[in-house]
């Protein structure tokens, strides 16, 4: 990005910060590509709570700190190159400015210190089985009985639903009206009868996403966000919610650091990686698109700072950001070889007792499969392309 | 300060300049040569008077000062308005050369000519079977008296063609050092072919057999010699980068508007999805490359002392991005319209040429990924051996292969 003086110091002070905060094991595990696991986690988030770093974008009186945009791109920035884990955007991008935003203040108060402490988890219960892209045609269903709804149906590809607490979740209210105007937005304590999740195990290796039935499950009235039968606006919205973010400088700068370390410790015909032709170019390539990316976005957040709407438009960092880190992994699976072959699933999830693995070489290509998710979640690239085609190109 | 956005000024320069070439005639891209040298000067005399040739000289000499932003505003308008005059060449690549090089009497006296149209400059730095680097420099410069004499043939002499004086890069015989030379055109001993580019801007062929009249400005360790030609070159990349994301701007405009317009099977053809999305690709793209190349001018407003490793990067990153977006672009062009797109009379031909002609020129994606490369691959030592070979390089020329005169 292109730093202000004051930017620049702002940057200095968070990465400052990183490297005296962040708990060594944790900043291996994640330069490794491995599970961090939630308790882990829940340390991390309650040291960056207690800095007042875990929800900076949120509103001050929520205990935000004000960060303009271009704050929150370079801190993201560098906790990725400081090796911090990625902190889950379902919880503390989505559904905290959601209750900020539409909640009401009983809600509000239930909710946002609780997530603001990093102590609660949160999933994202949009997709279906026959409801993917084409969101809209979900049918999980909500019926209003007295002073609770029963719902049932399931719901799929849900994020960490394993480990969390509640699940925002569209349910059909109306089945009578146009798709999009007959949903409505529950919050759902995982806890709750009627609940099973599945989980299901990627090709990567393990269990990233799940499969949620929901059996006569009864949520209280009090727990709907909005109107009933206005979620689709909500939903809409929070596809909206920090699509700035969705260019993914940090995570691709992440993947670009690890290439690069294949490359000066890996060599082929007596030269280093970095030394040959072949790697040269594909690597320069991707510095190429890695900068022409975040100048692209650099542009969106300058209209961000000077409170323009940033618009449809703003769908080409998340398409071009999601493909640009399949590529930084395709690479340095390419730059590893043989080496990337072995996969010891034990060992990408930290068990303990674990044979270890090859710091760089053992998650690769695990990686490499979990990462052909960024064009598929948040509204595929095919999806993007509709919305830059209709919605900016009028075509 | 935007990095991003044209400000008041740019916006107006770009407004303007628009304007003006939207009124004059599409230059014919099957001009002849004597048709187009003609019409060439007296639309340099009106791009004098718009101001455009003094933006890149200092105000000292009558010129504007302008910023790489203000010179990219400008040209991203030159490659929508397919300008085919050498305004990079002369202006830019050339001018700023001698602007940083020349004693102050040459500056005294080519500058304010460079500003006011009355005089034009060429660099001639690539050289025959080398593709484009300019590294390799096996033109000879002799000193005879107080006069130079030139040995050599340099290719791709853009703009050379009605130049008044040519900057030539050339060893320096019984020295290890480069000088970078001007020649003054037209004289004895040296032999200028004009060619017409395939898109239909003009260039030459210099040959030079004891050429006569040149005048040394700079001599140098090569190092520091290719340095400064380095750094004009990247300015005069960059600008051509701007000239080419105008030029694929309006690609993109003509042929998502015959898309729209033309009928197939009962519907638009842009109404098929599968040509939405790869409109949608091609727009992205031209928008990536356009704030790549803005981002990059932006960088030049920078004068501390560690810019030029910075700019450098970024003009390489710059080219070799909008060199692949480039091909793209006149690719899908061509393909998206259909036959009409592969004749010379319409419209699109024009920018696809354009387009095609820029994916090569001033190096291609190949030769700046390289670059990009090393300043992200390799160390300092590495960087600082392969100046090293450079030099040995010029040094084993010099010992071996020296002419005889």
Not at chain 1, 246 to 268: D, F, P, Q, T, Y
Not at chain 2, 77 to 104: F, H, K, Q, T, W
Request: hydrophobic share 45%; aromatic share 8%; glycine share 8%.
């Amino acid at each position: 990005m292109f730093d202000t003086a004051e930017l620049s110091a702002f940057r200095n002070s968070m990465r400052s910060f990183i490297s005296e905060q962040l708990p060594d094991d944790i900043r291996q595990t994640v330069r490794e590509g491995r599970q961090v696991g939630l308790e882990r986690m829940n340390a991390w988030h309650g040291i960056l709570a207690n800095h007042g770093l875990l929800i900076p974008h949120w509103q001050v009186e929520w205990g935000g700190q004000g960060f303009s945009v271009a704050q929150q791109m370079v801190f993201d920035e560098e906790m990725a190159l400081g090796d911090a884990p990625e902190l889950n955007a379902i919880t503390f991008d989505m559904i905290g400015p959601v209750l900020q935003r539409y909640g009401n203040p009983a809600q509000q108060q239930r909710f946002l210190p609780d997530i603001a402490s990093g102590q609660q988890w949160w999933c994202q219960g949009y997709s279906e089985p026959n409801a993917g892209s084409d969101l809209a045609s979900l049918t999980t269903r909500a019926e209003l009985v007295g002073d609770h709804y029963v719902v049932t149906g399931s719901k799929i590809w849900t994020s960490g639903a394993q480990y969390a607490d509640w699940m925002f979740c569209l349910v059909r209210t109306d089945r009578e009206v146009r798709a999009q105007q007959g949903i409505s937005f529950l919050l759902i304590d995982m806890k709750s009868p009627g609940i099973t999740v599945r989980p299901i195990v990627g090709i990567h290796g393990w269990a990233v996403f799940n499969e949620v039935f929901l059996d006569q499950v009864e949520v209280p009235v009090s727990l709907r966000i909005g109107a009933e039968n206005g979620g689709w606006t909500i939903a809409k919205s929070l596809l909206e919610f920090e699509r700035l973010k969705l260019a993914r400088i940090g995570e691709n700068k992440r993947r670009r650091a690890r290439a690069l370390a294949v490359a000066h410790s890996r060599r082929e015909a007596g030269h280093p990686l970095a030394e040959r032709p072949w790697f040269r170019e594909r690597f320069a390539e991707l510095d190429c698109r890695l900068m022409a990316l975040e100048a692209n976005a650099g542009r969106f957040i300058e209209r961000a700072q000077a409170g323009e709407p940033i618009g449809a438009e703003v769908s080409m960092l998340k398409l071009r950001g999601s493909r640009l880190i399949q590529l930084w992994e395709e690479l340095i699976v390419d730059a590893l070889g043989p080496e990337a072959m072995p996969l010891d699933n034990d060992w990408l999830q930290s068990q303990a007792g674990a044979e270890p693995q090859d710091r760089i070489a053992g998650t690769a290509s695990s990686r490499r499969f979990l990462s052909r998710g960024f064009t598929i979640a948040g509204g595929s690239s095919e999806i993007q392309h509709n919305i830059l085609a209709k919605q900016v190109l009028a075509l | 300060m935007s990095a991003y956005t044209l400000d008041a000024q740019q916006e107006m320069l770009a407004d303007s300049a628009r304007n003006y070439l939207s009124r004059r005639t599409t230059p014919k891209h099957d001009a002849t040569q004597a048709d187009r040298q003609a019409t060439e000067s007296s639309r340099w005399a009106e791009m004098a008077s718009l101001g455009w040739l003094a933006l890149p000289v200092p105000e000292a000499y009558g010129g504007l000062s302008g910023s790489m932003a203000d010179i990219c505003a400008l040209a991203e308008e030159l490659g929508r308005g397919v300008v085919s005059e050498p305004y990079i060449a002369s202006a830019v690549l050339a001018g700023m050369l001698l602007a940083d090089v020349a004693p102050p009497s040459v500056r005294d006296d080519w500058l304010p000519a460079l500003a006011d149209g009355s005089r034009r400059l060429a660099l001639a730095v690539w050289e025959p079977g080398a593709r484009s680097d300019w590294t390799e420099v096996n033109t000879r410069a002799t000193q005879d008296g107080a006069d130079w004499r030139l040995d050599g043939n340099k290719v791709l002499v853009l703009g050379g063609t009605g130049a008044d004086g040519l900057l030539v890069s050339a060893c320096i015989s019984g020295s290890k050092d480069l000088g970078i030379f001007l020649l003054p055109a037209g004289g004895q001993g040296q032999r200028l072919v004009a060619q017409t580019l395939f898109d239909g801007q003009g260039a030459a062929e210099l040959t030079m057999a004891r050429a006569t009249g040149a005048s040394l400005l700079h001599r140098g360790e090569p190092s520091a010699v290719l340095g400064l030609l380095e750094v004009a070159l990247d300015r005069a990349t960059l600008t051509h980068c701007a000239d080419t994301v105008g030029a694929m701007a309006q690609a993109f405009a003509l042929t998502r508007e015959y898309l729209g317009t033309r009928s197939q099977f009962g519907k638009p053809i842009a109404a098929n999805q599968v040509v939405q999305h790869r409109l949608v690709d091609l727009f992205v793209e031209i928008e990536e490359a356009r704030s790549l190349m803005r981002m990059t001018a932006s960088l030049y407003a920078d004068t501390g002392i560690d810019k030029v490793a910075p700019q450098r990067r970024h003009v390489a990153a710059t080219k070799a991005f909008v060199a692949q977006v480039a091909r793209h672009v006149w690719e899908e062009s061509v393909q998206l319209h259909g036959a009409i797109g592969m004749t010379q009379e319409y419209e699109v031909g024009a920018y696809v040429k354009r387009l095609a002609l820029a994916v090569n020129l001033y190096g291609d994606a190949t030769f700046h990924l390289e670059r990009v490369a090393c300043s992200s691959l390799d160390s300092s030592a590495i960087r600082a051996l392969k100046v090293e070979k450079t030099f040995t390089a010029h040094h084993h020329k010099e010992t071996t292969s020296a002419p005889s005169s």
